[in-house]
Nanobody, 115 residues
């Protein structure tokens, strides 16, 4: 059974930083692309960043230069370092993986940026 557990959310002032972690319990973790999504109140869930098994990252334009996604395959964990946060980054952040054509999500972690 695939499980994802996020941690690291919280409250931060604008311009500050937060780091998120996602522990993924899946066989052969290193083979899978893992994504971070977020959903702000009243908005659709959107992809923020993803990282391939080989470590290649992709970011949406609004977070480029501010967010860094990384992974430690020895720990089955993906990270999202978020710097220079703004109120527009306030959302619930979710970790996601697709294995064997099935989508798995974590429970989400709240990130709140105060202006």
């Amino acid at each position: 059974q695939v499980q994802l557990v996020e941690s690291g959310g919280g409250l931060v002032q604008a311009g500050g930083s937060l780091g998120l972690s996602c522990k993924v319990s899946v066989s052969m973790f290193k083979l899978y692309t893992v994504d971070w999504y977020r959903q702000a109140p009243g908005k659709q869930r959107e992809l923020v960043a993803q990282i391939t098994g080989g470590g290649s990252p992709i970011y949406i334009d609004s977070v480029k230069g501010r967010f860094t996604i990384s992974r430690d395959n020895a720990k089955d964990t993906v990270y999202l370092q978020m710097d220079n946060l703004s109120s527009e980054d306030t959302a619930v952040y979710y970790c996601h993986v697709n294995t064997r054509s099935r989508d798995y999500w974590g429970q989400g972690t709240q990130v709140t940026v105060s202006s």
